[in-house]
């Protein structure tokens, strides 16, 4: 069994900065693609950034230049480094990887349990 802990959300002013990181363990053979989604109140959830397990980004125009997302293979960590944070980004942020399990051994999408970020003065 896999679990994904997520940390590191709470509440910030406009332009400040707040770092999310999310952690998987349990019997995991190798993790994919690393991500964080975010959900904000009357609206869909919504792909914020990816990494690889390559090392290719991708992110959502919205966040381009203001967020990065890095991975840790040793420890199984997705990070999300945020700056310039406007009202706007104020949701439920939560992770998800593709993690392929030792024993059996299949591929399936795990999630975060989610964060919240509140940006507001």
């Known amino acids: 069994q896999v679990q994904l802990v997520e940390s590191g959300g709470g509440l910030v002013q406009p332009g400040g900065s707040l770092r999310l990181s999310c952690a998987a363990s349990?019997?995991?053979?190798?993790?994919?693609?690393m991500g964080w989604y975010r959900q904000a109140p009357g609206k869909q959830r919504e792909l914020v950034a990816a990494v690889t397990s390559g090392g290719k980004t991708d992110y959502a125009d919205s966040v381009k230049g203001r967020f990065t997302i890095s991975r840790d293979n040793a420890k199984n960590t997705v990070y999300l480094q945020m700056n310039s944070l406007e009202p706007e980004d104020t949701a439920v942020y939560s992770c998800?990887?593709?993690?392929?399990?030792?024993?059996?051994?299949?591929?399936?999408?795990?999630w975060g349990q989610g964060t919240q970020v509140t940006v507001s003065s």
């Open positions: 998800k990887m593709a993690i392929t399990t030792m024993t059996p051994r299949y591929q399936y999408n795990a």
């Open positions: 349990g019997s995991i053979f190798s993790i994919a693609t």
